[in-house]
């Protein structure tokens, strides 16, 4: 079946830091996947996605490449700001329902 | 446009109470998902379902959990007799009619947050 494996947190940064969060996946053919946000007390929110192979997504200055040769597809941000404290949830589809990895909490302080 | 909406944002239940939990899905997305979000935990999937059909039900547990989409209406996740265990965010999310790519985003409520005392 698909799974999604992510880095595990939390992660404490300083503000400007560079954020990396590690996510890999399994799956049966070719998913699209997903990087959503969750900020407290909130639903989560789409942040980025990439539907195949090379496929960069970014948004907000988060990006992330979906590489096949390596089944991952990491969430990068050059200077994180204290208003990306938030959970992190990486997720495929094979075209039903999501699959989320376990969320990274990630806190920057000013 | 508005978004996925949840009701209630919060429910308090005792054991052996029932707990309904309602999501009306974006405008013109017939497609409805619900996960369940238990505490320090990821989400997992539950029920996918469209207007009358339930399409696919296997994160559903076997007992006490039911769900439902009706014509008109919003989507229903319906638990009987709430144990402490069922405590968790419970989160609905909907897309439009898939087109065959794989890639079609789903749009998540806020959550219903269900607190069994």
């Known amino acids: 079946g698909n799974s999604v494996t992510q880095m595990e947190g939390p992660v404490t940064l300083s503000e400007e830091a560079f954020l990396t969060i590690n996510c890999t996946y399994t799956?049966?053919?070719?998913?699209?996947l997903f990087w959503y946000v969750q900020y407290p007390g909130e639903g989560l929110q789409l942040l980025l996605k990439?539907?195949?192979?090379?496929d960069k997504g970014s948004n907000k200055g988060f990006e992330a490449t979906y590489r096949k040769e390596t089944t991952s597809f990491h969430l990068e941000k050059g200077s994180v700001q204290v208003s990306d404290s938030a959970v992190y949830f990486c997720a495929l589809s094979d075209g039903r329902e999501l699959s989320f990895g376990a969320g990274t909490t990630v806190t920057v302080r000013a | 446009n508005a978004g996925v909406m949840q009701n209630p944002r919060h429910l308090v239940r005792r054991r052996g109470q029932e707990a309904r939990l309602r999501c009306s899905p974006m405008k013109g997305h017939s497609h409805v998902y619900w996960y369940r979000q238990l505490p320090e935990e990821g989400l997992k999937f539950m029920v996918y379902l469209q207007k009358e059909n339930i399409i696919d039900e296997s994160g559903m547990p076997k007992e006490r959990f039911s769900a439902e989409f009706p014509k008109e209406g919003p989507s229903i996740l319906r638990i009987q007799q709430v144990v402490r265990g069922d405590s968790a965010a419970y989160f609905c999310?909907?897309?439009?009619?898939?087109?065959?790519?794989?890639?079609?985003?789903?749009?998540f409520g806020p959550g219903t947050r269900l607190l069994v005392l």
């Open positions: 799956a049966t053919g070719y998913p699209s």
């Open positions: 999310a909907s897309s439009p009619p898939p087109s065959g790519r794989k890639g079609e985003t789903q749009y």
């Open positions: 990439a539907t195949k192979a090379d």
